[in-house]
């Protein structure tokens, strides 16, 4: 999951998609992380409004710590999925050859809400955060539901 400084969206995709794994038994399977196309906020937690939010639904992002994203995700990660157009535009550079076909964006998965991208909620109220939620459960479900045939199990 990437987003911009890796405190708001993508901790809340991350720890969403996380605890959605985990209810569905794919945890051993599956492997969640995210990080920042830039670098402002290297090592600190998630931003207290996303956690706050994001802990209203059931969701701990307390354990997180933002980090910067590196060519290398791509090849550990089977998928790379950015919040919006310009972190797509940041993360396509560091994207070796051969692995674009890794790096979507985290809306291509939703089924429900029309969305394509998750805005950021940085400088807005508490209704950001909650649209931001609101689109990543979304998206976090559908992803799921391409997840778990893969690794041979139901969501």
């Known amino acids: 999951m990437v987003c911009m400084g890796n405190i708001c969206r ?5 720890g969403v998609l996380e605890k959605l794994v985990a209810d569905a038994g794919l945890a051993a399977q599956v492997t969640v992380d995210s990080a920042g196309t830039h670098g402002y906020h290297v090592g600190e ?6 956690q706050q939010h994001a802990a209203l639904r ?23 999925l950015v919040m919006d157009a310009a972190n797509e ?10 692995q674009h076909h890794r790096l979507l964006r985290l809306t291509d998965f939703c089924t429900t809400v029309q969305a394509y991208e998750v805005p950021d909620p940085y400088y ?3 209704a950001g955060f909650e649209q931001v939620l609101d689109i990543v459960e979304d ?3 559908g992803l799921l539901g391409v997840l778990a045939p893969a690794t041979g199990s139901r969501p």
């Not at 937690?45 to 996303?50: I, K, T, V, W």
């Not at 590196?70 to 089977?78: P, S």
């Open 10 to 14: 993508s901790p809340t995709a991350h």
């Open 45 to 50: 937690p998630p931003d207290e409004r996303a």
């Open 58 to 80: 059931g969701y701990d992002l307390s354990a997180q710590r933002a980090r910067r994203l590196v060519a290398r995700d791509f090849e550990e990660f089977d998928l790379v």
């Open 89 to 98: 535009a940041h993360a396509r550079p560091l994207c070796p050859p051969g």
């Open 124 to 126: 807005g109220g508490a």
């Open 139 to 141: 998206a976090c479900r």
